[in-house]
């Protein structure tokens, strides 16, 4: 299963900060790197005549080891780190989509599961 992360309430520049922030922890994770490749992206395409897309979601395809809890640590770890812990989303390509504001780890894993990554 895909699934797209996305930072919210920051401008697009904390965004891609952000994001290039947790792409990083994720890959330097030797089990999410073992588990799942993090890709930056752009949901929507670039604006004919632009120089770029901005960076605005970070993709996962997870297999059936990567479930929710472990999606749910990666994520809370990160977020303990971050100075001002930004919410995220996680959105499945069906549309649905749960918010992680929260640093209690059950309360996360709970959110994730509903996605269906249990």
Known sequence: MRVQI?????NDREREAELRSLHSWLHSDR???RLTAPQLGAVNPPVPGAQGSV???????LGS????ATLTLSLISWRATRPQQP???VRRPDGT???INTGSPEEARVLLERLGLD
Do not use: K, P, Y
């Open 87 to 89: 919410i995220l989303t």
């Open 6 to 10: 996305g930072v919210e309430g920051v």
């Open 55 to 61: 960076i605005d979601v970070l993709s996962l395809v």
């Open 31 to 33: 089990q999410t790197r």
């Open 97 to 99: 989509t749960v918010e």
């Open 65 to 68: 080891a990567f479930n929710a």
